[in-house]
T-cell receptor, first 113, second 114 residues
């Protein structure tokens, strides 16, 4: 499985944008980039995913580097509710690993009021 | 839609006891899976199922059994509990387990083995 590298922790101020980086230098051409987050004492929840193009949804934006070796999850205006552990995960299209989310340690985001 | 439900929320076992963690989903998802999360760690896959009657092992299957007799339910059985199985257990489901399918997680079962 291709690996991802994320900073252990980040801090942000409320109502400011947050850029969460993820390095995945061994990504292959058909690996999808997924982001999940885990709020305290809850199960993980889906945030966003993409393959090559930048993606937007109501929760966040995903910016993918042109060479796909890194990506950035962007929270446009952080709220206290966004304090969570954010996981960047690669899923290979079409392999036996279909559906298996391989979690690393993620980035713990702290949001200050 | 209740989504993914898990019971119980909390459980304390003694070493050697057996028990079943329940997981159910009402989204007609084919794919279901079980993860465990130890303190300060990411989740690790225990077992998964791509449909009724089909199960397979994940990253850490030892000490756990699963079966999938219906689309809705995917119970996880601990055969003889050990302190090393103290963890938070999460069940998840997705449409077919495809690489673009969103996975939905339950609220978790916090298990302590004494």
């Amino acid at each position: 499985d291709a690996k991802t590298t994320q900073p252990n922790s980040m801090e942000s101020n409320e109502e400011e944008p947050v850029h969460l980086p993820c390095n995945h230098s061994t990504i292959s051409g058909t690996d999808y980039i997924h982001w999940y987050r885990q709020l305290p004492s809850q199960g993980p929840e889906y945030v966003i995913h993409g393959l090559t193009s930048n993606v937007n949804n109501r929760m966040a934006s995903l910016a993918i580097a042109e060479d796909r070796k890194s990506s950035t999850l962007i929270l446009h205006r952080a709220t206290l509710r966004d304090a969570a552990v954010y996981y960047c995960i690669l899923l290979f299209f079409g392999s036996s690993n279909t559906g298996k989310l391989i979690f690393g340690q993620g980035t713990t985001l702290q949001v200050k009021p | 839609n209740a989504g993914v439900t898990q019971t119980p929320k909390f459980q304390v076992l003694k070493t050697g006891q057996s028990m079943t963690l329940q997981c159910a989903q009402d989204m007609n998802h084919e794919y279901m899976s079980w993860y465990r999360q130890d303190p300060g760690m990411g989740l690790r896959l225990i077992h998964y199922s791509v449909g009724a009657g089909i199960t397979d092992q994940g990253e850490v299957p030892n000490g756990y059994n699963v079966s999938r007799s219906t689309t809705e339910d995917f119970p996880l059985r601990l055969l003889s509990a050990a302190p090393s199985q103290t963890s938070v257990y999460f069940c998840a489901s997705s449409y077919r387990g495809g690489t673009t399918d969103t996975q939905y997680f339950g609220p978790g079962t916090r298990l302590t083995v004494l």
